[in-house]
């Protein structure tokens, strides 16, 4: 069997750490194909060396651009790449560009798609991502969904026959990497306080793109009463320098830095009091790694951290404070992400409906 992988943002790569790691260990074919939707290497090179990714085998450099331009971009540079390996799955992951794209061309080519994390579902159709994710899951042969939630959501659109529950693959990774920071001797970030700062990432559109929102959220983590380490997308940078709002202040809460490697991220929110953050997958990985976090958003795909408060949504800004301070859950944590292994299902998954 032959499967060609296709990603392109910090996300995906994360998933496809032990989707390689358990081809690797296999008689199949593994192809990698890196769009370039992500081209900083901070955000994308870094990973590959930390999460010991193969090199890809094919790397498209598309780079930014609008969701138009970058979609037409990947589909244009994807069929010479399909033709040539026509693999018997491609499998993509996700709800990027890079996702979107890559279904579409297989789906022109008659190359049967596999979709990694289907059944996702925020009901926010402002959202780029949500389009990405119905239209990759309707387009799709097999749906590989992580969650009980999803699975349904899958059923509700008349899916579930092309759909399998594996688990979810970033568990794999986030469990193995958080195992490997705890046996040596974390570091705290920019000379924080262990337990006394948390974590943030802000990058999404509706937060990033009206400047008063923006200069809102930016305000509101400054005026926290715990330091707040705020991991710089470079999206968030972009358009705090478009709007003319500072990042770096004194006397305040902020302290600035640029996105981590994945390792030092799982140690840092190891380390913190808990997280703010408007990311999908940065909410999951809190919840996994038994940290509260608060979401800056009206949604979440994924509504099983929301149980018993370890995450809440807070899209508005006001007493934020006390929501990012409110105390740990005392309730034991379920297993909605599944044990760890989810990325060996996968490949069975595959080999089983080949």
């Known amino acids: 069997m032959r499967v060609l992988s ?8 994360v998933k496809l750490a032990p989707v390689a790691e358990a081809f690797a260990a296999t008689v199949h074919d593994h192809v990698i194909v890196h769009t370039g939707q992500h081209y900083d290497t901070r955000m994308s090179d870094v990973f590959f060396a930390d999460l010991r990714i193969p090199d890809p085998d094919v790397h498209l450099g598309v780079g930014s651009g609008s969701h138009g331009v970058q979609t037409g971009s990947m589909l244009s540079a994807l069929d010479a790449v399909l033709d040539e390996h026509r693999p018997d ?7 990027t560009n890079s996702t979107l794209a890559g279904a579409l061309a297989a789906v022109k080519l008659h190359l049967p798609v596999a979709h990694l994390e289907a059944g996702l579902r925020s009901f926010n159709r402002r959202m780029p991502e949500e389009h990405n994710r119905v239209l990759t899951d309707h387009a ?5 969904a992580p969650t ?11 899916l579930r026959e092309r759909s399998v529950l594996v688990g979810d693959v970033m568990t794999d990774v986030c469990f193995r990497v958080r195992d490997a920071v705890l ?8 000379g924080l306080t262990a337990g006394e700062y948390v974590v943030s990432t802000i990058h999404r559109a509706e937060n990033t793109d009206d400047p008063d929102r923006l200069t809102a959220i930016v305000d509101a983590l400054d005026g926290l009463s715990a330091d707040v380490l705020l991991l710089a997308h470079p999206r968030l940078v972009a358009r705090c320098h478009e709007f003319g709002i500072k990042l770096e202040r004194n006397g305040g809460s902020l302290r ?37 976090c608060t979401t800056l958003r009206t949604e979440t795909e994924w509504v099983e951290t929301l149980e018993d408060g370890w995450n809440v949504l807070a899209a508005d800004l006001n007493d934020l404070d006390q929501v990012v301070r409110r ?4 309730a034991e944590q379920g297993t909605p992400y599944g044990d760890g292994h989810a990325a060996a299902r996968v490949i069975a998954a595959l080999a089983g409906h080949g």
Do not use: C, H, N
């Open 6 to 13: 296709i990603v392109g943002a910090r996300p995906q790569f």
């Open 89 to 95: 799955w491609v499998l993509v992951y996700g709800d």
């Open 140 to 144: 799709a042969d097999l749906l590989l």
């Open 148 to 158: 009980e939630v999803a699975m349904g959501q899958l059923a509700a659109e008349g």
């Open 183 to 190: 046996a040596g001797a974390p570091q705290v970030p920019l």
């Open 256 to 292: 600035v830095a640029e996105p981590l490697a994945y390792p030092q991220m799982v140690a840092a929110v190891l380390g913190s009091a808990g997280v703010v953050t408007d990311s999908g997958g940065l909410q999951k990985e809190a919840y996994l790694l038994g940290r509260t």
């Open 327 to 330: 105390p740990v859950p005392v």
